[in-house]
């Protein structure tokens, strides 16, 4: 195996001048550096990543804990998170904690023995728990998706309010009245951020969130199906349904198939978050798209400044808007539909 020593002789430098050009610090004229890097190609040397850790204090290993990695719209971001974090020189860790605080605190004690340094979270609930565990070892921090109440942290995530206010308006546009909520867990912020724009859309139409069609549970297909149920029970029926987000819609329209209703003739259906082409459902949802990708590139490179003494001096909060995209799952209530000729 090749050493430093060896890349050294061949390219006709000392060995700090190949640690320059390995560790990129210090001058090095370009001459120099393109012998550098051509002796270490044609020798396959390899850098002692462990001995430039105990250097230099870093591992340049970041983790990222999800949710629910099954979900696309946490897929896509950890893609973001994994390319950003490549390009300049990290590798990446990620841990799916199926949103259980308890699995997301043991996360993050087995990530602290292996000297991450860095960490980018989507909590599973709102409790500070977890943040107490890294601040104590003063690890840098960003949030993901959700956010921590009363707690000062870097943060990158969507607006939910306003996406569930514009998708609820485009209803009421449409004419409907009795718009079901189906939403994900009481003490996740994106939830009730979702149900605060559910309300305030009926507040600005004069009406009164409607008696029995809120439901809270889980960011899951059989979470959606049992509260779509019993959101049916209601009398008189709902004509449309909000879902906070994809999996909660798929397990909707299972309870809608099941009591022989259509979407949209006899319920419309809007939700936050796309479907992959592998859970295409006909008709497709009208959606509130979170730009996935970019909030896991914005929210590494605000880590990776951290980690390098940058950025503003308080936590950094970045809201980043939805994009709508209206389809065939939306229509007028029943009975409301001009006659077909």
Same mark, same amino acid.
């Given at each position: ?9 061949r390219a006709g430098v000392s060995k700090m001048t190949v640690s320059r050009v ?119 921090? &960003?949030?993901? /998706?959700?956010?921590? %109440?009363?707690?000062? +942290? $870097? ?8 996406? =569930? #206010? ?103 259906? &809007?939700?936050? /978050?796309?479907?992959? %082409?592998?859970?295409? +459902? $006909? ?8 730009? =996935? #990708? ?48």
């Amino acid at each position: 195996m090749s050493t430093i020593a060896d890349v050294a002789k061949r390219a006709g430098v000392s060995k700090m001048t190949v640690s320059r050009v390995i560790n990129n610090s210090g001058y090095i004229s370009q001459d120099t550096r393109s012998r550098v890097e051509e002796a270490i190609a044609e020798l396959g040397y390899i850098p002692n990543a462990l001995a430039r850790s105990l250097r230099f204090k870093q591992t340049q290993t970041i983790a990222l804990i999800v949710t629910d990695i099954t979900n696309p719209f946490f897929t896509t971001i950890a893609r973001g998170v994994e390319d950003t974090a490549s390009e300049l020189g990290f590798s990446v860790i990620f841990c799916n904690t199926d949103e259980s605080p308890e699995e997301e605190q043991e996360y993050i004690r087995v990530l602290m023995q292996k000297q991450i340094d860095g960490l980018l979270l989507v909590p599973a609930r709102s409790r500070p728990d977890s943040v107490a565990l890294l601040q104590d070892k003063t690890i840098p921090l &960003v949030l993901l /998706d959700r956010q921590l %109440p009363g707690q000062s +942290i $870097d943060s990158v995530r969507c607006d939910s309010e306003l996406g =569930a #206010y514009r998708l609820v308006r485009h209803l009421l546009d449409l004419g409907h009245r009795r718009i079901a909520m189906l939403s994900g867990p009481a003490d996740v912020t994106t939830a009730a951020d979702r149900v605060a724009g559910w309300q305030r859309a009926l507040r600005e139409a004069g009406l009164d969130a409607p008696a029995g069609l809120l439901e809270y549970g889980t960011y899951s297909v059989e979470s959606g199906y049992a509260m779509a149920r019993r959101a049916l029970e209601a009398s008189p029926r709902p004509t449309a349904f909000f879902t906070a987000n994809n999996f909660i819609a798929v397990g909707a329209v299972r309870a809608l198939v099941e009591r022989g209703l259509r979407v949209p003739e006899d319920v419309s259906f &809007v939700t936050f /978050d796309d479907l992959p %082409p592998t859970m295409v +459902i $006909d008709p497709f949802f009208t959606s509130a798209m979170q730009p =996935a #990708y970019e909030m896991g590139r914005q929210a590494t490179l605000l880590l990776l400044d951290r980690l390098e003494g940058k950025g503003p001096d308080g936590p950094q909060e970045t809201i980043l808007p939805p994009e709508f995209v209206f389809r065939r799952s939306s229509g007028p209530p029943p009975g409301t539909r001009p006659a077909e000729d």
